[in-house]
T-cell receptor
Framework: GENVEQHPSTLSVQEGDSAVIKCTYS??????FPWYKQELGKGPQLIID?????GEKKDQRIAVTLNKTAKHFSLHITETQPEDSAVYFC????????????????FGKGTKLSVKP | NAGVTQTPKFQVLKTGQSMTLQCAQD?????MSWYRQDPGMGLRLIHY???????DQGEVPNGYNVSRSTTEDFPLRLLSAAPSQTSVYFC????????????FGSGTRLTVV
């Protein structure tokens, strides 16, 4: 089945710097790759997602890139701010083991981002 | 407010007790799922449902049961709680399963002593 690996597990940056989180996936059939942000004591919230027919997507300070050949995708946050501090999860759709044509999301283990003022 | 509602927010159980974690959504989503979150382990899929009357197992289903009698509700039952089930549990829903955007609830923190 799908296996998603996420690196690094912790990341500390200075306010204003950029942050990059990388994920790899194993199932070449996966076609949907979202990123979630989880603040302390809350549930994960979607911040950006990308489908396999697109190589890059941007939303203000956040961007995601996808390399289907290498089976990896990355989250880029520019001009980081203290409120960006949170745990970030990447995920990939598992279309083989769970849920038939709809699949289920399989998550990476998370990256704790700390932005120092 | 539209979204996914989980109750209770916190629960302490004794080993061997049973309980039900509630999850309700008001977005008319066909798909619902339960994940557990443990330190360093990310979010692991317990059970999921693609519609009323249909449920199936995820990665870590042992010790848990689910049912889906309505589109809105997807309760998770712990049959005989064990300390290994101490975790934070999240319910999520979406229109189209793992190829569409999930909405998560705020979680239930469960401690089994």
């Amino acid at each position: 089945g799908e296996n998603v690996e996420q690196h690094p597990s912790t990341l500390s940056v200075q306010e204003g710097d950029s942050a990059v989180i990388k994920c790899t996936y194993s199932d070449s059939a996966s076609n949907y790759f979202p990123w979630y942000k989880q603040e302390l004591g809350k549930g994960p919230q979607l911040i950006i997602d990308i489908r396999s027919n697109v190589g890059e997507k941007k939303d203000q300070r956040i961007a995601v890139t996808l390399n289907k050949t290498a089976k990896h995708f990355s989250l880029h946050i520019t001009e980081t701010q203290p409120e960006d501090s949170a745990v970030y999860f990447c995920a990939a759709s598992d279309l083989v083991n769970y849920g038939g044509s709809q699949g289920n999301l399989i998550f990476g283990k998370g990256t704790k981002l700390s932005v120092k003022p | 407010n539209a979204g996914v509602t989980q109750t209770p927010k916190f629960q302490v159980l004794k080993t061997g007790q049973s309980m039900t974690l509630q999850c309700a959504q008001d977005m008319n989503h066909e798909y619902m799922s339960w994940y557990r979150q443990d330190p360093g382990m990310g979010l692991r899929l317990i059970h999921y449902s693609v519609g009323a009357g249909i449920t199936d197992q995820g990665e870590v289903p042992n010790g848990y049961n689910v049912s889906r009698s309505t589109t809105e509700d997807f309760p998770l039952r712990l049959l005989s709680a064990a300390p290994s089930q101490t975790s934070v549990y999240f319910c999520a829903s979406s229109h189209g399963g793992g190829v569409s955007r999930y909405t998560f609830g705020s979680g239930t923190r469960l401690t089994v002593v």
